[in-house]
Each structure stands twice: as C-alpha cells, then as structure tokens.
C-alpha cells in the first residue's frame, strides 16, 4: 500500500468519502487513507488520529515524506479526541477495528460528533454492535458493502444523521447487505453458520450450566436468523 494504491478494503473504504469533505481518520496507522484521498484530489484537508506511539510516528513520516504536512494534521490522541471542535469534521473514518472498539469510540467521544454528517466503518467483526449503535444515537445506515480480499471478508457501514429502527435480522446482517445479497454475503454467513455449527457441537459436549445454555440458545437464535435470511 502507498499513496497511490490501496488495499482494496481501503479503497472501498475510501469509495464512500465525499468530495471536499473535512475528514479525520481514527486509528491511522501509517495514514494510508488521508494521504490517498488527498493525493487523489478528492479532499483537501484530514486530521489522522492514532492512539499508539509508534503508528502515529510512522503516520506523521508518511505525511511528512509526501508533503502534506499542510494539509493532514497527525494527532496522538484517543479516538475521537483527535478532533478540536474548530476542525469543522463532517467525516469520520474507523476501519480495521472490532465493532465494539469502534462504538467504545464512538460513545467516548460522542460530543465531538456535533458537526459530523457522515461516519464509515470498517469493523473486522461484530457489526452488529455499531448497527444499534447508530439506532441508539440518531444515526442511520444509508450504505453497506461488502468486500473479500485475501480470503478474508470485510463490511463496510455508512451512517448518517437519521433515526432508525432495524428489526433483530436486519441488526445481525444489515439492511442494506441483507437486500443486495451478494454472493460474498452468502459466503460471510455460511461460513459463519459453519463455525456456528462447530460451537455448538463442543458445548454439547460440556457440562450444562446455565451459562453454556444462554451461550447456546443465542447462537442457534442467530443461526434460525441467518438461515431464513440464506433461504429467501
Ligand atoms: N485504519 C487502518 C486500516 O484500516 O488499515 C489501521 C487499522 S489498525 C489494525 C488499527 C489502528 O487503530 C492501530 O494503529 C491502533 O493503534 C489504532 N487504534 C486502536 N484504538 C484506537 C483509539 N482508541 N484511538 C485511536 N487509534 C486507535
């Protein structure tokens, strides 16, 4: 990856940033993002926030050796709290995270959202989390997609200000992944309900505690979702 060329995963991320947009990139590691769309001409200012030391050196060299140290500010600092309330942020970008990571981040700094129209996640797992996470805080899916590379499969999720109310299916799989239906869809979910598949098999096995029945019943519960979805 370099300033020219992302991984596609990235790059689908990417796909989704408006033109002209204020953008700060959560956890930008090597600053790949923002360098990128800027190079590319699609925006013309981004604020990369990172939380560990040593990738948000390697992100303030990247920036440096591309000479946009005027355009895309390096900040060390956690989540959301990379951004100053006269950055004028309307983008957000966190990829590469749990689902669960990025809503902690979400909700940590929920009061530097006041000028955000649009956030893009790219949760590695647990979607699910950032789904309620947006009912929860007025926000609503307007896109998703997904994506494999390099045998692995990613989601993409694109909030926008709007309420929302998703029935539990659509929470699981997505609204909009669950229309569109792709083949790398299919794919995602009946991997998972064979892993699903395996879990159960080895709780079986187990000494029955209430705790290994709770386990149990919500995975089958997501497994009879999932199965309806797969069936249509
Ligand atoms: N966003 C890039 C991508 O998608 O390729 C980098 C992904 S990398 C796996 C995750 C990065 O997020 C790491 O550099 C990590 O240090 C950073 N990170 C994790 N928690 C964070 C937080 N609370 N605030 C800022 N950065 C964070």
Known sequence: MNTNHLSERLAAVAGFVPKDTILADIGSDHA???C???????????IAGEV????????????????FSDRIQVRLANGLFAIEETDGVETITIAGMGGTLITTILNEGKDRL?????IITQPNLHAIAIR???VENDFQLVDEEIMQEDGKIYEILVLE??????SPTDLLVGPILREKCTAVFREKWEREMREWRRVVAALDKAEQTE????????????YEIVRKVLAT
Request: proline share 4%.
């Open 161 to 166: 200000r709007g309420t929302a109310n998703y």
């Open 36 to 46: 990128y769309l800027v190079n590319k001409g699609v925006i013309q200012r981004a």
């Open 52 to 67: 560990v030391k040593g990738p948000f050196e390697s992100a303030k060299r990247n920036v440096q050796a591309n000479g």
């Open 32 to 34: 790949y993002l923002p």
């Open 114 to 118: 006041a000028s955000v129209k649009r």
């Open 211 to 222: 705790e290994i029945r709770q386990k149990k019943s919500s995975i089958l519960n997501n």
């Open 132 to 134: 309620q996470w947006a």
